[in-house]
């Protein structure tokens, strides 16, 4: 039986993803700081998961929180970050882009650097993590979690090139959604936003093709090319 760790699975896409690991035979282990949410999905299938109570920004506890859970659960092939936050700023109060770069930057690293060197240990695994399609070019209304989402692409790259220069069979997966039907889509002229459980479903393929870089839903490429081939005069103007 194949076990996975889901951070941020109380809610949102981490949540509906749990539960597709399960139904597909994993042990699941969940985080996420709302324990009674995290109790909740356990009641579904309580053999199948496994909780642990975690805040990503605690980056000091973090890594030892999912060795714990890891040996409650037998092992590890596969994490997945999910968690994350981001929050319109028109005012640019700093408070706010702390958060978000608190979450995205700071809880990230930590947990991605643990389960990197997981599995650099037991010499295989699978890194997913939950980036956005924000992160390509900046944003004026959430510059913190545009930031922060270019960060966690380049982060997630740098990974995969030194699993693929020490041989060891180590795989990255950057999952960029576009819009999907979550607390965490915000702001106006929302467009071509995925359900829950069509960005889960197709996150699940992914993970299973053990692809590099993944758009959510797949149409989100397009606007993933005119981002980057879009001069800055053209850009700042829309
Ligand atoms: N929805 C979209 O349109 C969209 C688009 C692009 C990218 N994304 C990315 O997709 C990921 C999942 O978001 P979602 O849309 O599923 O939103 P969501 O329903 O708000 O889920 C966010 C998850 O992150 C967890 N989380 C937040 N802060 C945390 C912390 N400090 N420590 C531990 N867990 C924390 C939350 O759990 P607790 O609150 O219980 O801690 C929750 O489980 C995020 O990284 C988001 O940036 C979403």
Do not use: C
């Not at 030892?64 to 890891?70: A, K, N, S, W």
């Not at 993970?207 to 606007?223: D, L, T």
């Amino acid at each position: 039986m194949k076990k996975a760790i889901v951070v941020g699975a109380t809610s949102g896409i981490g949540q509906r993803l749990a539960r597709l690991l399960v139904e597909n035979n994993y042990k699941v282990g969940i985080t996420g700081r709302r324990t009674y949410l995290l109790e909740q999905l356990k009641t579904e299938k309580p053999e199948s998961y496994f909780i642990k109570t975690l805040d990503s920004k605690q980056t000091a506890l973090s890594g030892q929180l999912l060795q714990e859970l890891t040996q409650e659960m037998g092992g590890l092939d596969l994490l997945v970050i999910s968690s994350g936050t981001g929050d319109l700023n028109e005012k640019l109060d700093f408070e706010i882009e702390k958060d978000t770069l608190d979450t995205n930057v700071g809880g990230f690293t930590a947990i991605a650097d643990w389960a990197f060197n997981y599995f650099r240990e037991q010499k295989q695994g699978h890194l997913v993590g939950i980036s956005s399609i924000a992160g390509l070019r900046g944003n004026r209304q959430a510059p913190a979690y545009s930031a922060s989402k270019a960060f966690q692409i380049n982060y997630l790259e740098s990974l995969r090139i030194r699993a693929v220069k020490t041989s060891l069979h180590i795989f990255i997966t950057d999952i960029r959604p576009g819009f999907v039907d979550t607390e965490m889509a915000k702001g106006e002229g929302l467009f071509w936003v995925a359900s829950v459980d069509k960005a889960a479903r197709q996150i699940y393929k992914a993970i299973q093709a053990k692809r590099k870089i993944v758009y959510i839903s797949k149409r989100w490429r397009f606007i993933a090319f005119l981002f980057k081939v879009l001069p800055n005069w053209m850009f700042e103007r829309i």
